[in-house]
């Protein structure tokens, strides 16, 4: 039989505590922190691996997992290859929305917002903190570009290994970007598909909480 025949009834009943306004914070990074912890304390794989959705500046939608590495009122931060396809999506169409897919414990969270780039300092103290693996990583692969082999990739590496064999420097084609969030939503699964959506949208000077039909 197709495996595609079962999807149908591939189907979970959500439980979940009431989402209600008047338990959330009073801004969404507040808020944003609790669920965090939350899903930390829960012991899930990776919790700050979110999906990033990116648009070129010609509509053509992109997506795929990167891992956030900080957050504050400012927006939420992420590093990558400048030259990559998301680089590349960003400096078109400076905007982007994050999915934070913490379906062990039926939630989700979804930011949209602007893209800016972080200042060089900033990126250089996060760079300078990274595995010295991952930093010749950084270097050794052109984010997106077709190679030839994985061999191809792998004496790119000992190449620059042996030119760098102990600080690599920060490339200027990496770096990082942070999303200041416009609108973000908690989403909370409840039984016969009654979830709870609750979004908060900046207005002028303030945050507006509202609810959401499932």
Wanted: with cysteine; proline share 8%; glycine share 8%.
């Amino acid at each position: 039989m197709d495996s595609a025949s079962h999807l149908p009834g591939l189907r979970h009943s959500y439980e979940g505590e009431p989402l209600l306004e008047s338990g959330m914070a009073a801004d969404p990074v507040a808020q944003f922190a609790l669920w965090f912890a939350d899903a930390v304390g829960a012991g899930l794989p990776e919790p700050n691996a979110m999906v990033v959705a990116t648009s070129s500046a010609g509509g053509r939608p992109s997506a795929r997992t990167v891992l956030l590495k900080g957050f504050d009122e400012r927006g939420f931060v992420f590093f990558t290859n400048y030259e990559s396809r998301k680089g590349r999506d960003l400096g078109e169409n400076p905007r982007a929305c994050l999915l934070f897919p913490w379906h062990p414990i039926r939630r989700q969270v979804r930011v949209e917002g602007s893209v800016v780039r972080l200042p060089r300092e900033d990126s250089a103290a996060y760079f300078h903190s990274r595995p010295y693996g991952s930093r010749i990583g950084a270097w050794a692969s052109r984010q997106s570009a077709v190679v030839e082999s994985r061999e191809q990739l792998d004496v790119r590496f000992q190449e620059l290994a042996e030119r760098w064999p102990q600080d690599p420097p920060l490339p200027d084609f990496w770096g990082g970007f942070r999303v200041v969030p416009a609108e973000v939503e908690f989403w909370q699964g409840q039984t016969d598909r009654m979830h709870d959506r609750l979004r908060y949208r900046r207005t002028v000077g303030t945050w507006t909480l509202e609810r959401l039909a499932p």
